[in-house]
């Protein structure tokens, strides 16, 4: 593996200089995991209708290793991490949006005995999260880093967080103010830490309040790794004037003041595990995805304490992902589940609006953008629909040599898709 410079080169230099007269549509961001809200919704347009690898490809360049994190796009520079597969190296790449030159790529830490991951995991699964002029970049426990945005300094990193993954790590981190929040739920150990992003300080850390043993007939703990495990990336929320920290655990989901890591509520969920999606927000109700087998909770803000049932507006537990994360639009949730159905939910209800197969599996979370719904399969297919809660419309199909299970971005007027050999930038044909 290529180990270059913290430096950017000459010319790559003189690239982002050239760019510093864009218009400002071209200065928009994607800085975190599902975009600029964190919703998985982007203003861009115009974007193409059916992306393929024959169609709309502005350039496509090749990301060495086995990465499932979706890039981040600040000004004219796109960030991802990568990692081998043995998860010994785990790198750092930045790649130029306008010509798809790398512009660095650097193994930022060396993992000496790496946990155990899953096959279907990657070792460099979250995603970065760009704020102030600073790229924050984790990899789990074994490594968390802040960088420069313009020189590429590194300004602090951290090595010394306790945290057994099981199969591997997957919650991105999370910017609020001047703190950085991430999500530790492993086998041993499950807490969530806020770090002063500055200094790279904890500021707090507040241990899950339930520890979640199955005990047998005969005393023994059993399902210990998987039921104490979780994936799910943190939101920031508004209730009545004040933040809330929105964050899902094992088989428990969770609200805790964002200042000082206090507990605020909990809705515990025994018959799920293993959260992957991040929450949405919306009419005064939180949706979460409960886990492994697939459900939605729509749990009403509000309540202290332990929630009981009544806190509770539905349940759904026909046709939902468990690790792609949902889309809000119009009052109604777009969903397509891991086995490929699509699906479209009204949101203040529950009721199912309309389902339909599209074909494939899924990890990647999907888009909204331009009034269409991108979803990419594990298999090398993006699908595009409308985000019509009266009815399933397709819009367009287009296949890539290689599957997707990172979640695609949208900038300008430009797609970023990457799969798990390559980072596209598509744009609708003129």
């Known amino acids: 593996m290529r180990e270059a410079s913290p430096r950017f080169s000459n010319l790559a230099l003189g690239l982002l200089l050239s760019l510093a007269a864009l218009p400002a549509v071209a200065i928009e961001e ?22 393929s690898e024959s169609t709309g490809v502005r350039w496509k360049t090749a990301i060495h290793g086995k990465a499932w994190s979706s890039p981040v796009i600040s000004g004219p520079r796109i960030w991802l ?3 081998s597969e043995d998860g010994a190296e785990l790198s750092l790449l930045v790649v130029h949006r306008e010509s798809g030159e790398i512009l660095r790529d650097e193994v ?7 946990q155990f991951c899953h096959k279907f995991n990657s070792y460099a699964s979250p995603t970065p999260v760009i704020s102030g002029g600073k790229v924050y970049v984790t990899f789990g426990s074994p490594y968390t880093a802040c960088f420069d945005e313009e020189t590429g300094a590194k300004l602090w990193e951290r090595t010394d967080f306790v945290c057994n993954h099981y199969r591997g790590a997957g919650s991105s981190p999370v910017v609020w103010g001047d703190l950085l929040f991430m999500n530790f739920d492993g086998s041993d150990f499950q807490y969530v830490v806020a770090l002063d992003r500055h200094t790279g300080k904890n500021v707090w850390r507040t241990e899950r309040s339930v520890d979640f043993k199955d005990i047998n007939a005969e005393g023994k703990i059993t399902g210990e790794g998987d039921f104490r495990k979780a994936f799910a990336t943190p939101i920031i929320t ?10 899902s655990g094992a088989k ?14 909990r809705f515990e969920e025994r018959a799920q595990h293993s959260a992957s999606s991040r929450p949405l927000v919306w009419d005064h109700k939180v949706f979460f995805q409960s886990g492994f087998k697939g459900q939605i909770l729509a749990i009403k803000l509000g309540g202290t304490g332990v929630l009981e049932e009544t806190q509770l507006a539905w349940r759904l537990k026909k046709a939902v ?35 339909e197969r599209v074909g494939g599996n899924f990890s990647a979370s ?11 399969n594990e298999e090398g297919k993006v699908t595009t629909f409308a985000s019509d809660k009266t009815g399933f419309h397709l819009l367009g199909e287009g296949t890539f040599e290689s599957g997707f299970m990172a979640s695609p971005a949208a900038v300008g007027s430009a797609l970023y898709l990457r799969s798990k050999t390559h980072l596209y930038r598509l744009e609708s044909q003129r």
């Open 108 to 114: 930022v830490y060396r993992v000496q005995n790496p």
């Open 366 to 376: 999907p888009l909204l953008a331009d009034g269409r719904i991108y979803a990419c």
């Open 238 to 247: 508004d209730w009545q004037g004040s933040p809330l920290l929105i964050s």
């Open 81 to 83: 991490t990568t990692a």
């Open 321 to 355: 992902p468990s690790k792609p994360s949902m889309l809000l639009s119009d009052g109604a949730l777009f969903m397509v589940d891991d086995s490929g159905i699509a699906s479209c939910v009204d949101a203040s209800t529950g009721e199912v609006l309309w389902t």
């Open 30 to 51: 994607w800085p975190q995991f599902r975009g600029p809200l964190g919703t998985g919704q982007s203003f861009a347009s115009p974007l193409p209708i059916a992306p």
């Open 252 to 265: 428990c989901h969770y609200a805790y003041e964002p200042s000082t890591g206090k507990e605020l509520w």
